[in-house]
């Protein structure tokens, strides 16, 4: 006769099988693992595996809690104030992430992942105090100060150059102008986006002065884009016009590109909607965020971009962009990049009656176009509020509100979805901003759709990537694909470590 487990054992047994699934990232199958465990009997180290598979997941909110619970039981378990301290992190919370790493440096003081955080989270708070400090000051932004004709172009550099004939133009003025919306080459930036699949970059002269004209041309328009499907498609019938709506790509160049071969590269005839999350993850934000930007200036008609969670400083000190700029450039094309980002557009219609957010609805009820109209952007995301939620937020399958599990944002119910709709005169919600197995996602009966446009998502999920069609009858098309080839480097291979004692 077989012996009974006990709870402990089972517990156990399900903790070893947790740890298993998140080894191999399946890290959703992991939290249930340990969820089921701890019902069982609850430990400290349960608590902060779940929390680790949580910040995996990017639900941070739900680590802290989970971490709390861990160092309740526990107050030496060295683990939990890591990963406590990791998901304060990622929210931007730089004091809590700060003393979290300071005791994890005091308990594991030759432990150099919790140094190297502890001196990230001291130069953040260092830096956020240095900002307020100098809030005052009138001091003009990058973008209006730096000369990018400073930089010469040697005869060693073999990319492309946007003047007439391929050679480098003498006239300053005249190279500037060519990076005027709607004036930029498309064979030049067919041949930079050929170049990035080789491997190559093009020079960091033309890489400012484009990011430049992007931080102009954003500042220029609305913080709600009203998108209209063109009256003919690309084979100029009404019938194939349509409009393409895409979720989080983060750094997949590779697949980016197969979307454009399935699809057609973005024209007026064939306009493109990406929203959000350019960057970060994948090892390729750079590649992809400047082709977006190429063809949005070479045509500001035929790609529309929204801004994502991941199209913040924060997230790109963690994810690997600030690293992979700094690798491929210096910090001051980082820099310029964080400056178009924060003047990006929170959100988009489509034909005044599909609406495009990366992350969600509000909290906040009531809420209208004109208020999302009316949000100042040229900042990094405030941590609560209508701006906050615009990128964060998530739907839930239940009615109602509750708390979200990121930590930020919040979940809304399809009651909420409906009354959002219902007030602005519009049909359907489409967001992005998670993982969907298929690629897509749609629930609250209809009326909200997750399109994710990554697959594989991190070379670990295994899911399918997916974008959206919308003629002019506005009824969503899918079409799914599968993850594309790329050169042998892994994901995250820019971002700050997150080994030592965030393993198991």
């Known amino acids: 006769m077989a012996a009974i487990e006990t709870p402990e054992e089972k517990a156990l047994r399900l903790k070893n099988s947790g740890n298993e699934?998140?080894?191999?990232?399946?890290?959703?199958?992991a939290a249930d693992l340990y969820t089921q465990a701890l019902e069982l009997h609850e430990t400290s180290v349960l608590f902060s595996n779940r929390a680790m598979s949580y910040i995996k997941m990017e639900q941070y909110g739900q680590a802290i809690l989970d971490a709390d619970c861990s160092i309740k039981i526990d107050p030496q378990y060295v683990k939990a104030y890591y990963r406590r301290g990791s998901a304060n992190f990622a929210l931007g919370k730089n004091k809590a992430a700060k003393k979290d790493f300071k005791k994890v440096c005091q308990m594991k003081p030759k432990d150099r992942d919790a140094r190297a955080k502890l001196a990230a989270c001291t130069k953040a708070v260092n830096e956020a105090a240095f900002a307020m400090a100098i809030e005052s000051d009138e001091t003009a932004p990058l973008s209006q100060t730096l000369d990018p004709g400073q930089w010469a172009i040697s005869a060693a550099y073999e990319g492309p150059h946007p003047g007439a004939g391929g050679v480098v133009l003498e006239d300053m003025d005249a190279e500037k102008?060519?990076?005027?919306?709607?004036?930029?080459?498309?064979e030049f930036v067919m041949d930079a986006i050929q170049g990035f699949k080789d491997g190559k970059h093009i020079h960091k002269r033309y890489v400012a002065r484009l990011l430049i004209s992007c931080k102009e041309y954003f500042e220029g328009v609305s913080t709600l884009t009203e998108i209209t499907v063109p009256d003919l498609g690309s084979d100029g019938t009404p019938e194939t016009a349509h409009?393409?709506?895409?979720?989080?790509?983060?750094?997949?160049?590779?697949?980016?590109?197969?979307?454009?071969?399935?699809?057609?590269?973005?024209s007026a005839s064939n306009p493109y909607l990406f929203n959000g999350d350019y960057v970060?993850?994948?090892?390729?934000?750079?590649?992809v965020v400047l082709t977006y930007f190429l063809l949005k200036i070479?045509?500001?008609?035929?790609?529309f971009l929204t801004r994502g969670n991941h199209e913040t400083k924060n997230m790109n000190k963690i994810y690997g962009f600030e690293g992979e700029v700094k690798h491929k450039y210096d910090i001051n094309i980082f820099n310029l990049f964080l400056e178009v980002f924060c003047w990006l557009p929170l959100a988009a219609t489509i034909n005044n009656k599909v609406f495009v957010v990366h992350g969600g609805l509000s909290s906040e009820d009531s809420v209208t176009l004109s208020d999302i109209k009316a949000l100042k952007r040229g900042i990094e995301p405030p941590e609560g509020g209508l701006f906050s939620d615009l990128l964060w937020s998530d739907p839930q399958p239940f009615p109602g509100k509750s708390p979200s599990k990121r930590g930020v944002g919040y979940s809304f119910g399809p009651d909420i979805t409906a009354a959002f709709l219902d007030k602005n005169g519009l049909d359907l919600l489409v967001r992005s901003h998670e993982?969907?197995?298929?690629?897509?996602?749609?629930?609250?009966a209809g009326k909200c759709i997750t399109i994710f446009s990554a697959p594989n998502y991190c070379d670990s999920m295994?899911?399918?990537?997916a974008f959206i069609h919308f003629g002019h009858d506005l009824e969503p098309k899918f079409t799914q694909y599968a993850h594309s080839p790329h050169p042998d480097v892994r994901p995250m291979a820019y971002a700050q470590g997150m080994g030592g004692l965030m393993g198991l």
């Open 243 to 266: 409009v393409t709506v895409c979720g989080d790509t983060h750094g997949q160049f590779y697949d980016v590109l197969n979307i454009f071969e399935l699809n057609g590269y973005p």
């Open 177 to 186: 102008m060519l990076f005027t919306p709607g004036m930029l080459p498309r």
């Open 298 to 303: 070479s045509d500001p008609n035929c790609i």
């Open 21 to 29: 699934a998140l080894k191999i990232c399946k890290y959703s199958e």
């Open 435 to 444: 993982v969907k197995d298929e690629g897509y996602l749609v629930e609250h």
């Open 462 to 465: 295994g899911n399918k990537g």
């Open 280 to 287: 970060d993850r994948g090892s390729w934000g750079l590649e």
